[in-house]
């Protein structure tokens, strides 16, 4: 607020990078170690990973002057998490039925308003800018976009038993900008919103994967 002009600013950033995982075997991307066989007999193997992700950025500016009003508002709203099941390279399994499985509903939000109101001039900018750029995964093997290490491993559930490899996500980003305002001159109002999902979504046996199963 001003005599002559005002002027509001205000920037608000949320942003989610969070790793959940569950797996059996070497870690993703880190160098294959041998770890042995888990050996559960008829007994079902489930490696579950599930998360919610929201990443939410959501502010109000406002700028007024008798002779000038001026308000800017940018909100930014990330999610960039990997929610990943896996039997990772070195593992041998040996289960009745083996369920691998990946779910994750990310989720981002960026909203702003902006007011000015002036005798003269009223000038109103709002950006907002909502991203979900995440993976979600369910494999044995190699995590995607890694090179396949020789060591041996595999899965063995023998003539009766299934291995399910399932992956499931809900990606979701919104982007709202408005405003409103008085002036007695010239007004100029400028919105952006944009929203941008670029996530990935898999479920996959990579090479180098002995599988012996019923289904």
Do not use: C, H, W
């Amino acid at each position: 607020v001003g005599l002559a002009a005002g002027v509001g600013v205000a920037e608000f950033k949320a942003e989610v990078a969070r790793e959940t995982a569950a797996y059996v075997g070497t870690r993703a991307g880190e160098t294959t170690v041998v770890t042995g066989a888990v050996n559960l007999g008829n007994k079902q193997l489930n490696v579950t990973s599930n998360a919610p992700l929201t990443a939410t950025a959501n502010n109000f500016v406002g700028g007024f002057g008798l002779l000038g009003g001026a308000a800017a508002s940018k909100s930014t709203a990330i999610v960039n998490g990997q929610t990943l099941a896996y039997v990772g390279q070195g593992a041998q399994v040996n289960a009745g039925n083996v369920d691998v499985e990946a779910f994750s509903t990310d989720t981002a939000f960026a909203k702003n308003r902006v007011a000015s109101a002036a005798a003269g001039v009223g000038v109103k900018t709002a950006q907002a800018d909502a991203t979900v750029s995440s993976r979600t995964e369910a494999f044995i093997g190699a995590y995607s976009g890694t090179v396949a290490d020789i060591a041996a491993m595999g899965v063995n559930v023998g003539t009766t038993g299934a291995i399910v490899v399932d992956a499931d996500s809900a990606m979701t980003a919104t982007a709202e900008s408005m405003g409103g305002g008085f002036a007695g001159g010239a007004s100029l109002s400028i919105f952006k919103p944009t929203a941008t999902v670029s996530g990935a979504t898999r479920a996959y046996v990579r090479e180098g994967v002995d599988v012996d199963a019923y289904t």
